[in-house]
């Protein structure tokens, strides 16, 4: 197998009325060139968000069963304590030699290399992107000065696995994140 995410049930958090988190145990393969770390809860899987009802078991059976079925795996854990959020979204591609073009994005420069566009039928499009987020990084290379042809040439350069870390921002108003 080229790759392995095992998940585990969380610790009980302190308030009754919170949820119980699923984390990252370990994790091997393709994987372990993303940013994930063990003990980083799991917030997506393929564009189903993992919701209270879900214990280890269970999201492991999603994630495999989206893997198989959708083509692609994307995995999102996210840090929403801070001003703005963090979030990493890491895809698989189904073919190692697929194309930026075939990916179904387009980022530009506006400031920060940012999301323009994310395609319906894009591998990306159930991933926990938007097309507002500032891409900080994609597998661990600094988007800092990058310009959008850099990015799709590292793209394309990837075998299978992209991470790509995005800032997203806080709305001012209602304390959510865009």
């Known amino acids: 197998k080229e790759w392995s995410i095992v998940l585990k049930d969380g610790p009980m958090p302190k308030r009754k009325n919170k949820p119980r988190k699923i984390e990252i145990e370990s994790i091997s393969g ?5 940013q994930f770390k063990i003990g980083d809860h799991v917030t997506m899987i393929n564009g189903k968000k993992i919701g209270p009802s879900y214990n280890a078991e269970r999201a492991t059976d999603l994630m495999h069963g989206s893997y198989e079925e959708d083509g692609f795996l994307n995995v ?8 703005d959020s963090l979030v990493h979204a890491t ?5 190692p030699d697929m194309t930026y073009d075939e990916m ?12 323009k566009e994310i395609k319906e039928d894009s591998i ?15 597998n661990d ?6 310009k959008p042809e850099n990015f799709a040439r590292v793209l394309n350069e990837l075998p299978l696995e ?15 994140f865009n």
């Open 141 to 146: 290379i600094s988007a800092d000065k990058m």
């Open 30 to 34: 393709y994987i372990t060139l993303s």
């Open 162 to 176: 992209i991470t790509i870390v995005v800032r997203r921002a806080k709305q001012r108003w209602f304390g959510g």
């Open 76 to 83: 999102a854990v996210g840090n929403e304590t801070g001003a």
């Open 91 to 95: 895809i698989i591609k189904p073919r």
């Open 104 to 115: 179904g994005i387009i980022v530009w420069y506006w400031g920060v290399l940012c999301f």
């Open 124 to 138: 990306f499009a159930n991933s926990i992107l938007r097309e507002t987020d500032h891409i900080i990084s994609v």
